[in-house]
């Protein structure tokens, strides 16, 4: 079992820890992370908007935290860097490569978004999960057997075309069109659950659609000591 907490998923802000020191997306306010910034040993960002990439929040972890090591895809590093994190603070990803860190292995592959946008599945000692968000579809990954599955359940399909027809009939702008290529339909994320969860294994819907956007949140996990860490790059 993998231990996770998502402290905040949807359009106010994403950031998820998972592992205990793994925070993944950093879209919310440094008091949100906070308490956990002497467990955290990695931050994976994914892609720029600013749900899931605060600068103000990554300036300060940079700061607060200069042994803290950033990964992200090259789309990410300018940003990274203007938001004040030191190059050598950074880890440059590439998707089709895996990523051995002291705690866990990362493999970054790529989401289908109005940015350049990836996911990544990480694979602990004790066991895998995937994270993947703000994406039009899965197609062409797989995830067999993973202990824990993050995925995206932004909208249910019969909602949003019924959403869609009743601003078009009134004349008004469907922000939902662009929705339907950029977010993943719950549809399609229990179905990529269904075909790749096994006996054990758990999942948690992220990205899910409210209308007034509460966040989703999830409780606990034990503390255990963590160390700094470098990465080595491997064929994957």
């Known amino acids: ?89 950074i880890d440059v990803f590439d998707t089709g490569y895996s990523y051995e860190y002291g705690i866990c292995k990362v493999i970054p592959f790529p989401l289908v978004h109005d940015v350049p946008n990836c996911g990544y599945k990480l694979h602990f000692p004790g066991g895998k999960a995937i994270y993947a968000t703000d994406t039009g579809n899965l197609d062409g990954i797989t995830a067999k057997d993973y202990d824990l599955y993050l995925i995206e359940s932004n909208y249910e399909a019969a909602e949003i075309m019924q959403r869609i027809a009743e601003k078009k009939l009134n004349g008004q702008y469907a922000y939902e069109y662009r929705v339907l290529n950029t977010h993943l339909s719950k549809e399609r994320c229990e179905d990529f659950i269904a075909k790749n969860i096994g006996s054990v294994g758990e999942y948690v819907y992220l990205h899910t659609h409210r209308e007034d956007e509460d966040d989703s949140r999830a409780e606990g996990y034990d503390k255990e000591p963590g160390r700094e860490m470098g990465y080595l790059i491997l064929n994957g």
């Not at 308490?35 to 040993?41: L, Q, V």
């Not at 892609?47 to 090259?74: M, V």
Request: aromatic share 6%; glycine share 8%.
């Open 1 to 89: 079992m993998i231990s996770y907490k998502v402290l905040s998923t949807g359009s106010n802000g994403n950031a998820v820890i998972i592992g205990r020191s793994v925070l993944v997306d950093c879209g919310v306010s440094y008091r949100m992370i906070e308490p956990y910034i002497n467990d955290i040993r990695l931050v994976l960002l994914t892609h720029i908007h600013g749900d899931h990439f605060n600068p103000a929040t990554i300036r300060h972890l940079s700061k607060e935290r200069p042994l803290l090591r950033f990964g992200a895809c090259r789309w990410l590093i300018k940003p990274l860097v203007d938001s004040g994190v030191r190059e050598r603070q």
